[in-house]
């Protein structure tokens, strides 16, 4: 998921006739995974073969190939050939030394393929004998743990590996704690093996899911790209919004939105939109904490946007057993008033400011852009068909829009970008290197799910947290809203969510949570967290690359994104913002949101139809609040408070255009349009 849409650009300045393409499409390509230097040729053909065979057999077992061939095996089985080539790239990527990978790189690599592999041939026997403790599944259980561990701490660092030496670490103690938190003895030896081969543990639902499902999906963000589609996103992003006030911003949301949809990952999207967008916005007229600010929120916000939502979406559904859709349709409104709020704040911080449009000469026209890549809407149409209309698996909808976008790649392309067969390959290698480090996330949540299942610390968690809440709703909701923002603080997307759904998730469920809004709110809290000081990760990125303060533009963050750490709240009440209930309270929930959206944004900036001072920005501000509460939340009462906050804000409005007697600003029309 780390490839930037932007580097296909420069991958193919020599294919490209750059006179019919605009300037900002000339974007230097930065990959996370790319090394510091260049490996060995041989290094480097065993690590694409290992990426390459990692993301053909996970497509191959999306697509029920084998099944389909009549061989028949344990989905475990697949799952530890999928861990193996991970473990073996990992150690070859993620390498201690600077060029070369060292003797003890060549050997956690061997020694993860390798074991790997010999569970994968003795599975049925080791799980049939595995209550019997036999030393080769013990001494394979051990190892594997120690290995993952390894390659977690390569990919994303301390911070999941010490939450999981934490948790099994209690595991193991936890029947000796007093209280609420005690849990059932298991012995280490009997843990290892439960851990490493019950279907519960590292080889369970969440290594199936990211094996499966979220390779799918990052293959086919990975054809988008080749085929041209992701300039398509770029170019479509510079010719609608550039010529708006404030368009350098808009057009870092539409991007980070549109970009982030595919592959919901904060940095990658930084890296790819930032690199220009921050640009732009600063010699606009922005202050570079603002830039940086705008443009971390607005990658942040790839996390929530359907299809992918960082691969949380194919996680959550199997979690909780429902179909995909159900997740992708019950996350659009949340998603769609987080990215109004900023793009409300944007708008009128552009019009308090006066901050011009992106020059003219460097925006494409729109008629143009959409003549050369409208056909980059087929795949899209096709995954939303296969989703909704034929009721197919997530995995399957992702083949379908893999295979609409070759097609595309080879007969249409984008301007002189078309897809040739070596990038097939390229792909299956770039969606292979991209994928291992969720692969070892998930592995790891393995080891986490293994353990509260085991001992029965996730009941007591539960148990916990709700006395806690002491039967108060709203304060469990506080408690876990602090939980999810400490624990989520330097965790990536799918890790900070399979800790919390485990942890905090079930203890609201118990309370009467709509599950979907349960773990929507862990995982949206969990989320901001990456703008939430003091360890902003997206934030601080975007900050660098801006040359900001890293604390005021996380504080500022905060700010746009506001609607992340409120809406979660409201839609546990009422569950009409997720789109479940009675057509007319979901109708009037997601207006009146949408209203009350827009004017606390503006209360934020201080501009509503011209300048507002601080008397006129409280009034706003409790009107967007009143209008805000959705149906669910005051019963009866609630209809009467959002009329009251509706007439607040209409005077409000009225007043502010009264002095010149005219209509309102442009900005107004622009974002009703």
């Known amino acids: 998921m780390s490839a930037p849409f932007c580097g296909n650009t420069a991958m193919r300045e020599n294919e490209m006739a750059q006179s019919e393409r605009p300037a900002h499409s000339e974007i230097p390509l930065v990959d996370e995974s790319a090394e510091t230097l260049p490996a060995p040729v041989w290094q480097r053909t065993i690590m694409a073969a290992f990426a390459g065979g990692l993301t053909l057999i996970s497509i191959a077992q999306a697509a029920?190939?084998?099944?389909?061939?009549?061989?028949?095996?344990?989905?475990?089985?697949?799952?530890?050939?999928?861990?193996?080539?991970?473990l073996g790239l990992v150690f070859l990527v993620r390498r201690t030394g600077p060029q070369a990978a060292g003797p003890l790189d060549l050997a956690f690599s061997g020694l993860g393929l390798g074991l790997s592999l010999y569970v994968a041939w003795a599975y049925?026997?080791?799980?049939?004998?595995?209550?019997?403790?036999?030393?080769?599944?013990?001494?394979?259980?051990?190892?594997?743990?120690?290995?993952?561990?390894?390659?977690?701490?390569?990919?994303?660092?301390?911070?999941?590996?010490?939450?999981?030496?934490?948790?099994?670490?209690y595991g193991l103690v936890g029947h000796l704690v007093p209280g609420v938190l005690q849990t059932r003895e298991v012995a280490a030896n009997r843990?290892?093996?439960?851990?490493?081969?019950?279907?519960?543990?590292?080889?369970?639902?969440?290594?199936?899911?990211?094996?499966?499902?979220?390779?799918?999906?990052?293959?086919?963000?990975?054809?988008l790209l080749r085929s041209g589609g992701g300039d398509f996103f770029n170019d479509i992003a510079l010719a609608t919004m550039g010529r708006r006030r404030g368009g350098a911003s808009k057009i870092s949301i539409v991007a980070s939105g549109l970009f982030g949809s595919i592959s919901g990952v904060v940095v990658s999207n930084i890296v790819a939109t930032g690199i220009v967008t921050i640009r732009l916005m600063i010699n606009s007229g922005f202050r570079r904490t603002t830039a940086a600010a705008i443009e971390a929120v607005a990658s942040t916000g790839g996390q929530i946007a359907p299809p992918v939502m960082g691969a949380v979406a194919f996680l959550m559904a199997d979690i909780l057993q429902k179909p995909y859709s159900e997740i992708v349709v019950a996350a659009l409104v949340p998603a769609l008033l987080y990215y109004v709020s900023l793009f409300v704040q944007a708008d009128l911080l552009a019009a308090k400011q006066?901050?011009?449009?992106?020059?003219?000469?460097?925006?494409?026209?729109?008629?143009?852009?959409?003549?050369?890549g409208w056909v980059f809407v087929v795949p899209f149409a096709a995954i939303v068909m296969a989703l909704f209309w034929f009721n197919q698996r997530a995995e399957t909808a992702a083949l379908w829009g893999g295979l609409a976008t070759i097609v595309i790649?080879?007969?249409?392309?984008?301007?002189?970008?078309?897809?040739?067969?070596?990038?097939?390959?390229?792909?299956?290698?770039?969606?292979?290197?991209?994928?291992?480090?969720?692969?070892?996330?998930?592995?790891?949540?393995?080891?986490?799910?293994?353990?509260?299942?085991?001992?029965?610390?996730?009941?007591?968690?539960?148990?916990?947290?709700?006395?806690?809440?002491?039967?108060?709703?709203?304060?469990?909701?506080?408690?876990?809203?602090?939980?999810?923002?400490?624990?989520?603080?330097?965790?990536?997307?799918?890790?900070?969510?399979?800790?919390?759904?485990?942890?905090v998730a079930p203890s609201l469920v118990e309370t009467g949570v709509e599950p979907i809004a349960a773990h929507l709110f862990i995982f949206y809290l969990g989320m901001m967290s990456m703008v939430t000081p003091p360890i902003g990760i997206g934030a601080f990125f975007?900050?660098?690359?801006?040359?900001?303060?890293?604390?005021?533009?996380?504080?500022?963050?905060?700010?746009?994104?506001?609607?992340?750490?409120?809406?979660?709240?409201?839609?546990?009440?009422?569950?009409?913002?997720?789109?479940?209930?009675?057509?007319?309270?979901?109708?009037?929930?997601?207006?009146?949101?949408?209203?009350?959206?827009?004017?606390?944004?503006?209360?934020?900036?201080?501009?509503?139809?011209?300048?507002?001072?601080?008397?006129?920005?409280?009034?706003?501000?409790?009107?967007?609040?009143?209008?805000?509460?959705?149906?669910?939340?005051?019963?009866?009462?609630?209809?009467?408070?959002n009329a009251a906050g509706f007439l607040l804000l209409l005077v409000q409005w009225l007043a502010a255009i009264r002095p010149s007697g005219i209509a309102p600003q442009p900005h107004t029309r622009e974002m009703e349009s």
């Open 64 to 86: 029920d190939l084998p099944s389909r061939l009549g061989y028949s095996y344990y989905t475990e089985q697949f799952l530890a050939i999928v861990l193996g080539l991970s």
């Open 124 to 169: 049925p026997t080791l799980v049939s004998s595995a209550m019997m403790l036999p030393w080769d599944a013990l001494i394979a259980g051990i190892a594997l743990f120690l290995l993952v561990l390894e390659g977690l701490r390569r990919t994303v660092g301390w911070t999941l590996v010490v939450v999981v030496l934490a948790i099994c670490g």
């Open 191 to 223: 843990m290892a093996v439960y851990l490493s081969f019950d279907p519960n543990g590292l080889l369970g639902v969440t290594l199936n899911v990211a094996a499966t499902v979220v390779v799918a999906f990052v293959f086919f963000g990975q054809l």
């Open 354 to 372: 006066n901050i011009r449009p992106v020059e003219g000469e460097d925006i494409p026209p729109v008629a143009g852009v959409m003549r050369r």
């Open 409 to 503: 790649g080879f007969i249409a392309g984008y301007g002189k970008v078309r897809m040739r067969f070596g990038d097939l390959w390229r792909c299956a290698v770039e969606t292979g290197q991209s994928i291992t480090e969720i692969i070892m996330i998930s592995a790891a949540a393995g080891f986490i799910i293994g353990v509260l299942n085991v001992t029965g610390l996730g009941f007591a968690v539960t148990f916990a947290l709700v006395d806690l809440g002491q039967g108060s709703l709203f304060l469990l909701l506080l408690i876990s809203a602090a939980v999810c923002l400490i624990l989520g603080m330097g965790m990536p997307t799918v890790g900070v969510y399979l800790l919390l759904a485990v942890l």
């Open 542 to 641: 975007a900050a660098s690359i801006a040359k900001a303060s890293p604390m005021p533009t996380a504080l500022e963050a905060m700010r746009f994104g506001w609607t992340a750490y409120i809406v979660p709240f409201l839609f546990v009440f009422s569950p009409a913002l997720l789109l479940i209930g009675d057509p007319l309270d979901i109708a009037l929930a997601v207006i009146t949101a949408v209203l009350g959206v827009y004017a606390i944004s503006a209360a934020f900036i201080g501009w509503f139809a011209g300048p507002a001072g601080a008397l006129r920005r409280i009034l706003i501000g409790v009107a967007g609040g009143a209008l805000l509460l959705p149906p669910g939340i005051g019963g009866g009462a609630t209809l009467w408070v």
